[in-house]
């Protein structure tokens, strides 16, 4: 499964300021990847395995239940 969620703003270490790059999330069944896609440069990535995923989605839902985003 593959989902690009569009552009959003990435800053490398090397960088100033954040770069507009495409932003990808893909999964192979075990790890879910997350993919910075920038055509001038290398593109960046992390990955997280299961347990990770789900404490990303514990940590996610407490913000979104408790309104921490508006």
Not at 20 to 49: P, V, Y
């Amino acid at each position: 499964m593959e989902v690009e969620l569009g552009n959003v703003e990435v800053i490398y270490p090397n960088e100033d300021t954040a770069e507009t790059r495409k932003f990808k999330i893909r999964t192979d069944g075990e790890i879910l990847h997350f993919e910075f896609i920038d055509q001038k440069i290398e593109s960046g990535s992390f990955h997280l395995e299961k347990e990770q995923v789900k404490l990303l989605v514990d940590t996610l839902k407490v913000i979104l239940n408790n309104k921490l985003i508006e």
